[in-house]
């Protein structure tokens, strides 16, 4: 099993390469710091997973659909500091297969490369913690339905989900935009596959998360 480092922090690599050298059936075949380096490394070498932090000097999340576009039998595994539930909903509609947290055990970092090896999908404790406090069930995210284009929302779409977070129906949205009711559904129903939530609820909180609408606005509600 091929593998590609791709982290511009030495210490990062030279920890990941200390933790998965002992183990049999891995070759370490790589260790990009750009995402310039890691395609010439894919070209070059040949990768069947690819172990990244995304958010480090030198990376950006696009390289991941980029990649896959060339290469599509190579698998991702992010390896990151904390985020916020949407950027991992955004790493895995990107390509992202696996994900654990850089502060993870050597155990569960381990088991993501060798579970990714195996087809399967692996998110440590706290990736799967995160998400689902955000309403978002992992299983419910529809991975095959997203292209490799960068997940935006329209300035109405943040327009409507303001509406919705701030707790107004469709028929009051529809009035106040002067749209139809059937536009306002159909924009929420493109906002919630877009963010990959299943309800309102998952809507309100990613408002709260984006600054969209103040934490406060709900602190003394029904009082």
């Avoid at 060339?70 to 895995?92: E, G, M, W």
């Avoid at 701030?166 to 106040?176: C, R, Y």
Wanted: hydrophobic share 40%; net charge negative.
């Amino acid at each position: 099993m091929k593998i590609i480092l791709a982290d511009s922090n030495e210490l990062i690599r030279i920890g990941m390469r200390a933790v998965l050298s002992s183990e049999q059936n891995l070759e370490i075949v790589g260790e990009a710091t750009s995402s310039e380096e890691l395609i010439s490394l894919i070209k070059n070498f040949g990768s069947d997973i690819v172990l990244i932090d995304y958010t480090s000097h030198g990376f950006s999340i696009d390289i991941i659909p980029k990649v896959l576009s060339k290469f599509p039998t190579v698998s991702f595994v992010a390896i990151t500091p904390d985020q916020s539930a949407q950027t991992l909903v955004n790493a895995l509609r990107s390509g992202v297969k696996s994900y654990v947290k850089k502060d993870c055990d050597v155990s569960e970092i381990i088991n993501s490369v060798k579970e990714t090896a195996r087809g399967n999908k692996f998110f440590c404790g706290q990736i799967l913690e995160t998400i689902q406090r955000a309403s978002i069930d992992v299983e419910d995210i529809d991975f095959e339905s997203f292209s490799c284009e960068p997940v935006l929302l329209s300035e109405r779409e943040n327009q409507i989900i303001t509406f919705i977070a701030e707790g107004q129906t469709n028929a009051q949205i529809a009035d106040t935009l002067f749209l139809s009711n059937h536009t306002i559904n159909t924009h929420r129903k493109n906002i919630m596959s877009k963010l990959g939530v299943k309800n309102t609820a998952g809507i309100v909180m990613y408002a709260v998360k984006t600054n969209l609408v103040s934490p406060n606005k709900f602190l003394f509600a029904g009082e």
